[in-house]
């Protein structure tokens, strides 16, 4: 199970979040697995696992859509940064 989280930011962001921004668990003990996207996001918004396991997570600050591996490695952007 995936979760986002923008580090207590509120919108308005015109840097990245230098932690962690996407949180691995496992659903059925709730540890926590692994933890990336540091640097990546201003404000990450929404959050999305594809059929095939590509996450997509929107950045509301920066007006992308970023489609990343399941590793958190970027494959693709959609949206240009303001």
């Known amino acids: ?17 230098h932690e962690p921004t996407i ?3 496992d659903p059925e003990t709730g540890e926590l697995l692994d933890a990336w996207g540091e640097g990546l996001f201003f404000y ?3 959050i999305e696992v594809d059929r095939n396991d590509f996450v ?4 509301s600050e920066q007006n992308r ?18």
């Open 44 to 46: 990450p918004h929404g």
């Open 1 to 17: 199970m995936l979760v986002s989280h923008a580090a207590g930011r509120t919108s308005g962001n015109d840097a990245p979040i």
């Open 56 to 59: 997509w997570v929107t950045d």
């Open 65 to 82: 859509v970023f489609k990343l591996s399941a590793e958190g490695d970027v494959v693709m952007t959609l949206g240009e940064a303001p």
């Open 23 to 25: 949180l691995a668990f």
